[in-house]
């Protein structure tokens, strides 16, 4: 059953002398209740607008979103850093109830229950953030987006900010969340492995457009977008690397007749220049724009 399904989103953002900074261009996805989605691309690719998007942050000025659900409290925010979303002056208990809603009141009992099976202990609830880890900060923020029972889970990075020795046992902690409760993630990160352990499918973004999509190993076993592989390429222990030469476009009003990574990418010809790759379907749910994408 499909949970979530985007199409054609679009977000623009005014600048000065009438310019529009296009921070998300035609980009559709689907997630199927209890699979996970991961959106990688670099930093200004739109993945965090489009997480914003979602969660009714942000308004989009295009496209679609449609959720298939029968809760007024279907998706919720991981944010990017804890210790920043967390109210400081709030106890860890009512930060957590912060998750609730504005409309339901305080529940002592599925607080202590979240709190619980996110990890934290009971005495924990009445300290404030600054007054425990950085690990058990981000267990608070997923308390708080798991407490009003979500069936999406939008994920902003949500190990960014930890140490690498606390950034796996909290990404164990949301793997067994999410197969525990059933729930449908949609996981913003720049790590690719990362998004290989986590998730079921992968798009990819390049300044607010999506350059490929489709079954994560699939993707990531051979890419058939230039970026794609770029990225796969730049991870740490990778010997043989993809270089993208040159400078990003800037997506402040990008042309809308070319490929937008054609003067980073090594095979680009005078048709990326001067055309604008459509998405092309490779094999059933894969997807890629590029002129002269390999079609392994």
């Given at each position: 059953m499909t949970l979530l399904d985007v199409k054609a989103l679009k977000k623009y953002f005014p600048l000065a002398r009438g310019q529009l900074l296009h921070a998300v261009e035609d980009v559709s996805f689907a997630i199927k209740a209890g699979d996970g989605?991961?959106?990688?691309?670099?930093?200004?690719?739109?993945?965090?607008?489009?997480?914003?998007?979602?969660?009714?942050?942000?308004?989009?000025?295009g496209g679609?979103?449609?959720?298939?659900?029968?809760?007024?409290?279907?998706v919720q925010l991981v944010f990017q850093t804890a210790e920043e979303a967390l109210n400081p002056a709030f106890t860890i208990e009512r930060n957590?109830?912060?998750?609730?809603?504005?409309?339901?009141?305080?529940?002592?009992?599925?607080?202590?229950?979240?709190?619980?099976?996110?990890?934290?202990?009971?005495?924990?609830?009445?300290?404030?953030?600054?007054?425990i880890s950085g690990g058990q900060q981000a267990r608070a923020g997923i308390a708080r987006a798991l407490v009003s029972e979500p069936e999406l889970l939008v994920l902003d990075e949500p190990t960014a900010a930890l140490d690498v020795s606390v950034q796996a046992a909290?990404?164990?902690?949301?793997?067994?969340?999410?197969?525990?409760?059933?729930?449908?993630?949609?996981?913003?990160s720049h790590d690719l492995e990362v998004v290989r352990l986590m998730c079921d499918h992968v798009l990819v973004l390049y300044l607010g457009r999506v350059a490929e999509y489709g079954p994560v190993e699939q993707v990531m076993s051979a890419p058939a977008h230039p970026y794609t592989r770029a990225l796969l390429s730049s991870a740490p222990g990778k010997s043989n690397?993809?270089?993208?030469?040159?400078?990003?476009?800037?997506?402040?009003?990008?042309p809308?007749?070319?490929?937008l990574f054609h003067n980073r990418c090594p095979s680009a010809t005078e048709t990326c220049r001067t055309s604008k790759p459509e998405l092309i379907t490779l094999r059933d749910g894969w997807q890629a724009a590029c002129h002269h994408m390999e079609r392994s």
């Amino acid at each position: 059953m499909t949970l979530l399904d985007v199409k054609a989103l679009k977000k623009y953002f005014p600048l000065a002398r009438g310019q529009l900074l296009h921070a998300v261009e035609d980009v559709s996805f689907a997630i199927k209740a209890g699979d996970g989605l991961g959106l990688v691309g670099e930093s200004g690719s739109g993945k965090s607008t489009i997480g914003r998007l979602l969660t009714g942050l942000e308004l989009a000025d295009g496209g679609t979103i449609s959720l298939d659900t029968s809760t007024d409290t279907a998706v919720q925010l991981v944010f990017q850093t804890a210790e920043e979303a967390l109210n400081p002056a709030f106890t860890i208990e009512r930060n957590i109830a912060v998750g609730l809603g504005k409309n339901r009141s305080s529940d002592p009992k599925r607080i202590a229950e979240t709190a619980r099976s996110v990890g934290l202990d009971p005495e924990l609830l009445t300290r404030r953030p600054h007054q425990i880890s950085g690990g058990q900060q981000a267990r608070a923020g997923i308390a708080r987006a798991l407490v009003s029972e979500p069936e999406l889970l939008v994920l902003d990075e949500p190990t960014a900010a930890l140490d690498v020795s606390v950034q796996a046992a909290v990404l164990k902690l949301i793997d067994r969340l999410r197969r525990e409760r059933s729930i449908a993630l949609l996981f913003i990160s720049h790590d690719l492995e990362v998004v290989r352990l986590m998730c079921d499918h992968v798009l990819v973004l390049y300044l607010g457009r999506v350059a490929e999509y489709g079954p994560v190993e699939q993707v990531m076993s051979a890419p058939a977008h230039p970026y794609t592989r770029a990225l796969l390429s730049s991870a740490p222990g990778k010997s043989n690397r993809v270089r993208s030469a040159g400078e990003a476009l800037s997506p402040i009003d990008p042309p809308g007749n070319a490929c937008l990574f054609h003067n980073r990418c090594p095979s680009a010809t005078e048709t990326c220049r001067t055309s604008k790759p459509e998405l092309i379907t490779l094999r059933d749910g894969w997807q890629a724009a590029c002129h002269h994408m390999e079609r392994s």
